[in-house]
């Protein structure tokens, strides 16, 4: 298990902070350990994103911060404090009002996080009732005024309609409605755009950072498009393979990335890289939990690589910037002077932790 280490302060008092946040999952296969040591805080007013490849563990980081893991499969550890109070160990009871009334979730895919068989305006109230103690008239009425603000047409006919009635842009507005009636202090928003066509998406960031930074809600995003990130985020923090790689802001992470790994997401995408220049591809996948290498772990796919690579665990150490990456060659890197693998060189290897036990993970 690598040592916890704190990700850059959030810039005032944080209102969620997260620290030395470990996940394993009990398995047929023993207890695999998908996070390692997850640390970040954020303010109130504050968009910060958690971003990489499928795989990486962003989204389950985030569902671990208000419990929706299963907690018979799912072992947290570490810290998690919302406004001051701890809620790693809290029972489901406990969670209720921080659910929906003090963090909203805005999921993945609409259609299959909202009830099928319930009307969009009687799910919009229910998270009213249930939060701010209103009467079903009155939620009813302020669940239409939601759709409104979120620049759904005709809300008060949409308010009746079923999911499947709605397209998918709808959907998604109709998703960020329910997360703001609750009146959140903070709201996560995983792959928000996902789904959606490339002018839906861009009505949809800014619809959620505006109605966020009007409420002063924080905005925890989890997405693997830096385009999106680009134009949202103030903060970034890069995953992968269970660990943060890089943190900071998200102006100085995209204009130059420090990791390796960020540089080759930064660079893969068309309006990042060089013009002129060929995109860049990163080989291979992100390992599977129950094959993290050993040393760092992207030094599998990295073209950076040495063989201290295999074997050194890197810490996440700060730049004189405040960034925070986990890198034994990031002055190299920065600097210009680390020299790339050739493509015919064979690449370093690295033993795989493949056991339960060497995981560190406790049952």
């Not at 390692?36 to 971003?51: H, K, T």
């Not at 009687?122 to 669940?143: C, D, F, T």
């Not at 660079?267 to 990042?272: Q, Y």
């Not at 995109?279 to 599998?300: E, H, K, Q, W, Y």
Request: proline share 6%; hydrophobic share 40%.
């Amino acid at each position: 298990m690598s040592r916890p280490s704190k990700v850059e302060r959030a810039s005032s008092t944080p209102l969620l902070s997260v620290q030395g946040l470990g996940i394993s999952f009990r398995t047929s296969r023993g207890i695999l350990r998908v996070v390692d040591g997850v640390s970040f805080e954020l303010a109130a007013g504050e968009c910060l994103a958690i971003v990489g490849e499928s795989g990486s563990g962003k989204t389950v980081s985030a569902m671990a911060t208000i419990s929706l893991l299963s907690r018979k499969q799912a072992i947290i550890e570490g810290s998690v404090k919302f406004k001051g109070r701890e809620l790693v160990g809290l029972s489901e009871e406990e969670l209720r009002p921080v659910r929906g009334g003090g963090i909203g979730v805005i999921f993945q895919e609409p259609l299959s996080a909202l009830n099928p068989v319930t009307t969009i305006g009687e799910q919009i109230a229910e998270v009213i009732v249930a939060h701010r103690k209103l009467s079903w008239k009155e939620a009813h009425r302020l669940a239409i005024g939601y759709l409104e603000q979120v620049e759904i047409s005709q809300p008060d006919r949409r308010a009746k309609q079923y999911p499947h009635e709605l397209s998918g842009g709808m959907r998604q507005r109709a998703m960020i409605a329910m997360a703001l009636s609750g009146e959140p202090s903070m709201i996560i928003a995983d792959e928000p755009t996902t789904a959606l066509d490339v002018t839906i998406q861009a009505q949809v960031l800014d619809l959620l950072r505006r109605t966020t930074t009007e409420r002063g809600a924080a905005l925890l995003l989890i997405t693997h498009d830096l385009g999106v990130v680009a134009e949202t985020a103030d903060r970034i923090a890069v995953m992968y393979a269970g660990q943060i790689v890089e943190a900071g802001r998200a102006a100085d992470v995209l204009r130059g990335p420090a990791s390796p790994y960020t540089r080759d997401l930064v660079t893969s995408i068309p309006s990042f890289a060089a013009r002129g220049k060929k995109l860049n591809t990163i080989t291979g996948m992100v390992p599977s939990p129950d094959a993290f290498p050993a040393g760092c772990r992207f030094a599998p796919r990295c073209r950076f690589a040495i063989d201290a690579c295999t074997t050194a665990v890197p810490p996440l150490e700060p730049l004189e910037d405040g960034r925070l990456v986990r890198c034994i060659r990031t002055k190299e890197v920065l600097d210009g002077t680390a020299a790339a693998r050739p493509k015919s060189a064979p690449k370093p290897t690295s033993k795989s932790k493949t056991t339960a036990k060497s995981t560190g993970a406790k049952g």
